[in-house]
């Protein structure tokens, strides 16, 4: 067995121990969900900011591209960019997610 094949078998593990049910272009599985959150202040102005992005498996979502949808924790979500893992060691492919009909702070 590769290295390769042993980490992707590892990634897929991992996501499965470890992931968050979501729907990705209709189809349910399970991956990794971050959320990364930002917050600055600048001449007393706060700024806020959410950098959704989920990690799934890229044998079971081959071409998944911008404009993807995407349903984590019944939130909706739009893929803006996906990078898979370039040299296929992990597996994996991450998607990088622009939250649907969200709603601004007043």
């Known amino acids: 067995m590769s290295f390769a094949s042993l980490q992707a078998r590892v990634s897929a593990a991992a996501i ?3 992931g968050t049910p979501a ?16 917050a600055a202040q600048y001449a007393g102005v706060s700024l806020d900011a959410s950098h959704p992005a989920i ?3 890229s044998a079971i979502n081959p071409g998944l591209k911008a404009g993807t949808d995407v349903t ?20 994996l492919t991450r998607l990088v997610l622009e939250q649907l009909n969200a709603t601004e702070a007043a």
Do not use: H, M
């Open 16 to 18: 499965k121990q470890l």
């Open 72 to 91: 984590v924790n019944a939130v909706d979500y739009i893929v803006r960019s996906a990078e898979p893992d370039g040299l296929g060691i992990t597996g």
């Open 55 to 57: 990690w799934c498996i």
């Open 23 to 38: 729907t990705i272009d209709g189809r349910a599985q399970t991956v990794l969900f971050d959320d990364a959150y930002a």
